[in-house]
């Protein structure tokens, strides 16, 4: 007999989500975190998002200046998710308290003289059509930035995107980009190489990548794929068909939410660029005209792409440390890059970098160290 209750579920024979399966193997990272799109904060909009365990009040006054805030009122606690923009004061639900753009209280619900209260502010950028929070453990103010990537920003087309949340690490969504391995068993790549050695910056690394992709009724073709990755929450991939003219420009962001728990931003474009040999008029119609039909779709397949590795990340552990064969990449050395985006007195409790495979170096590691960390990274990355 069969027995329907809301409450009552099939037994499941899935793996078990990591953030109910698993301790939290890392820390929350420090610096900027997507917790929206621009397009989500029309003027007068307030949202609430969750960061490093913790809620954040977003919200946008007339003239689009933007306000990120720590979420309780400072009279009686209210909060301000559920508070109303109202010119460009942000006004308490419980007693109609309200705060300026500078988040001085600067009237009651009363008409009595405002209390000395003021709205505690976090860091907060606009850029590449996302909104991003700046969160540091030991609260500094922002040392690095965001840059603005202007293919990402042409304005040939609108900025499509898509948001999720599952169990999983932000740090795991960064490490894919030098996991060459998974590119071929996981995403069906027939070849991919590192074209360049990986560069470490400071906050910034950047992989370059060569690909041999199979096209319906074009034959397999030559991809580049450029990534550039800042602190570990924020990617963006530029994947060029050269002989095609094919340019998909996409940001994943990964925003820790809780301990196990993340939440991921995608967003891109696609364009076809002018074909060469044609009338100027006749390129750019026949650009235009490709770019409208097949940009959703590229779209689709990029999402599609992504979230091959949502079950990977959602049940995986993170080894510490990793037994790496050839053909991994640099796993090591991007390991060994994140740490200075964690807390010192935690760094000394977070898994070594991984060492060099008895077989040899990892196809594509880039060279200076045993355990294939670059020098550079060794003496530059690490803040603390």
Not at 211 to 236: C, I, K, N, S, W
Request: proline share 11%; charged share 20%.
């Amino acid at each position: 007999m069969r027995v329907s209750h809301p409450h009552v579920h099939p037994v499941s024979d899935r793996p078990t989500a990591a953030d109910v399966a698993l301790p939290p193997a890392l820390p929350y990272p420090d610096g900027w975190s997507a917790l929206a799109f621009s397009a989500e904060l029309r003027p007068g909009t307030v949202l609430t998002r969750r960061l490093a365990g913790e809620d954040v009040v977003l919200y946008r006054l007339r003239n689009g200046r933007l306000r990120a805030i720590r979420p309780y009122c400072p009279h009686l606690g209210a909060h301000l998710g559920l508070a109303a923009v109202e010119g460009d004061d942000l006004v308490c639900p419980f007693h109609r308290f309200a705060f300026d753009p500078d988040g001085r209280c600067v009237r009651t619900g009363y008409g009595t003289p405002p209390p000395k209260a003021a709205l505690a502010h976090l860091p907060v950028r606009e850029v590449n059509e996302a909104v991003f929070v700046w969160r540091h453990h030991d609260g500094r103010e922002p040392d690095w930035e965001i840059p603005s990537w202007h293919r990402l920003g042409d304005g040939r087309q609108p900025l499509r995107y898509a948001s999720f949340e599952m169990p999983g690490h932000a740090q795991d969504v960064m490490e894919n980009s030098f996991d060459l391995g998974h590119f071929v068993t996981l995403h069906g790549w027939p070849q991919g190489e590192l074209a360049a050695p990986v560069e470490f910056d400071g906050p910034r690394f950047h992989v370059s990548m060569r690909v041999r992709e199979t096209f319906p009724l074009l034959g397999m073709r030559q991809v580049d794929v450029e990534v550039d990755g800042y602190g570990l929450t924020a990617l963006h991939t530029d994947v060029r068909t050269p002989s095609l003219g094919l340019e998909i420009c996409s940001l994943v962001m990964a925003t820790q939410v809780s301990p196990g728990r993340m939440q991921l931003r995608q967003a891109g474009r696609f364009v076809m660029r002018e074909p060469a040999g044609l009338p100027p008029a006749v390129a750019r119609t026949v650009s235009r005209a490709v770019t409208a039909v097949l940009a959703g779709p590229m779209f689709r397949r990029n999402l599609e792409f992504t979230s091959a590795d949502f079950p990977i990340w959602s049940t995986k552990r993170y080894q510490s440390p990793p037994r790496l064969a050839a053909g991994d990449g640099p796993i090591g050395a991007m390991r060994h890059w994140a740490r200075q985006f964690y807390p010192p007195d935690r760094q000394a409790h977070l898994p070594a970098p991984a060492a060099t495979p008895a077989n040899g170096t990892p196809h594509g590691t880039p060279h200076g160290a045993p355990d294939g960390t670059p020098n550079s990274a060794r003496s530059g990355a690490t803040r603390g």
